[in-house]
């Protein structure tokens, strides 16, 4: 037998090496294929190349939106705003109903003043409302004489003095009836007050000076009157 070169050997193991692996293939052929692209050395062995990458295949719908979640925890207060501009004036109202009708009781304050020389004779220098009575002086018999005069009936009035001695008086009549006199002083320097009640309910409070010989004036009787009807 003659011996092949080495050249022919190689040749030899290569074509047997190829038909072990066409069997080997053909064999497997009920098998899975592997993939061409893998790279791997079984599919370069059997001359699967890998081509390009395909292109990328269309987006899927959005699906449907999830429930709200629960809400948060509520945040800090914040700072307190700059106060507004002062509005406009608003109309005005209209005039509410009148009020009712006030009484026609009252007082009043008013003076009375004799002042004469020795020798006039009596003049009336207060009249009270209704009329209940009347204060009268005169500067006879070298004296100024004070009195009250009762213009009605079921009247009151009394009084208290300080005469010019120190010493005080008081007196009284509680049924000063109409042109009834009451003296008021009893010398010819006094200060007192008096309180007249007439028979309707008014009242008269006064408070008065007596003097002779005051101010270059033989007779003064001067003070003032509150009167409450």
Do not use: W
Request: net charge neutral; charged share 15%.
């Amino acid at each position: 037998m003659k011996v092949r070169s080495g050249r022919s050997l190689a040749l030899v193991l290569v074509t047997a090496v190829a038909l072990v692996v066409s069997g080997i293939s053909v064999s497997g052929a009920g098998a899975m294929p592997a993939d061409p692209g893998s790279g791997s050395a079984e599919a370069e062995a059997a001359g699967h190349v890998p081509g390009p990458r395909g292109k990328r295949g269309k987006r899927g719908k959005r699906g449907r939106t999830g429930a709200r979640g629960p809400a948060g925890p509520a945040g800090p207060t914040g700072a307190t705003g700059a106060t507004g501009a002062t509005g406009a004036t608003g109309a005005t109202g209209a005039t509410g109903p009148a009020g009712p009708a006030g009484s026609s009781a009252g007082s009043s304050t008013k003076k009375f003043l004799y002042r004469e020389i020795q020798g006039v004779g009596a003049k009336v220098i207060f009249t009270s409302a209704g009329p209940g009575f009347q204060l009268e002086a005169d500067c006879l018999g070298g004296t100024v004489n004070f009195r009250a005069r009762s213009l009605q009936d079921n009247g009151g009035i009394q009084y208290g003095i300080v005469q010019s001695n120190d010493a005080s008086r008081f007196d009284q009549d509680f049924d000063f009836d109409g042109g009834d006199v009451f003296t008021i002083n009893t010398t010819p320097e006094e200060q007192g007050t008096l309180t007249y009640l007439s028979a309707s309910g008014s009242v008269v409070t006064l408070t008065y000076a007596v003097n002779f010989g005051f101010a270059n004036t033989d007779c003064v009787v001067a003070g003032t009157v509150i009167e409450a009807v």
